[in-house]
């Protein structure tokens, strides 16, 4: 039997928006490692529903479990309110404490994420129809920043797809387009935050790198 690998989080880790079944950097790092892959990774999941809903179904001793979450909590936050933002950040950081805390009973090899930033730097939302935030990208730091000092706690290793990423978002084309494979390989977004073709690839080969660290 091969080793198992379970994708737990959101849509950075799904086929849907990479062009279709097997593109996605799950399914991408899988088969570049020769593991059975069960994504249990969902669009628009948040840290919450990761913990709630997700969490339950990682079963016996995988070799290898992935960690996409927090961009949600981010966005439904600046959506009801901007200033629920930093409460965001505290649950989220709480959320990933509680899951490494289970995960680390079956001895898997894990990776988590850093959430990228689409706007590249300039914490221009308005092509997203969202209102600015004050002090929003510190924000997205701190989150950041949580996620690393979390997983150095529980020795998981760490994908820092926000370093990986930047000049790949707004600065780089238009993110709001649909397009799985746009001709601008320079361009990893698509419909305003998910990665596409290239931006799967750039998070399989972080994740690779990851864990090879």
């Known amino acids: 039997m ?35 892959l069960l994504l249990l990774a969902r669009d628009g999941a948040t840290s919450d529903d ?6 339950g179904q990682v079963a016996g001793r995988p070799a290898l479990i992935t960690v996409t979450m927090g961009g949600n909590d981010l966005l439904t936050a600046i959506v009801e309110s901007p200033d629920k933002v930093p409460a965001a950040v505290e649950a989220t950081a709480a959320n990933y ?5 289970s995960l680390a009973a079956t001895g898997a090899r894990i990776v988590v994420s850093t959430v990228y930033d689409p706007t590249d730097g300039t914490g221009d939302l308005s092509w997203a129809g969202l209102p600015d935030i ?28 926000h370093v990986a990423f930047l000049g790949h978002g707004a600065q780089a084309g238009d993110i709001t387009r649909p397009d799985s494979h746009p001709d601008n390989r320079e361009l990893w977004l698509c419909g305003h935050i998910e990665p ?18």
Do not use: K
């Not at 080793?3 to 799950?26: E, N």
């Not at 404490?97 to 805390?101: E, G, K, P, V």
């Not at 002090?135 to 820092?160: F, K, P, Q, T, Y």
């Open 134 to 161: 004050d002090e929003g990208l510190a924000l997205l730091e701190s989150m950041n920043a949580a996620i690393r000092s979390v997983a150095a706690r529980h020795g998981a290793a760490v994908a820092d797809l």
């Open 50 to 55: 990761v913990l709630r809903r997700q969490l």
């Open 2 to 36: 091969a080793p198992r690998y379970y994708a737990l989080g959101d849509s950075m880790s799904i086929d849907d928006y990479a062009g279709g079944p097997g593109l996605g950097a799950a399914s991408l790092l899988a088969d570049d490692l020769g593991i059975d």
């Open 97 to 101: 404490d509680a899951l490494l805390t």
């Open 196 to 213: 596409n073709a290239w931006g799967a690839q750039a998070i399989r080969d972080t994740w690779r790198a990851a864990l090879r660290r």
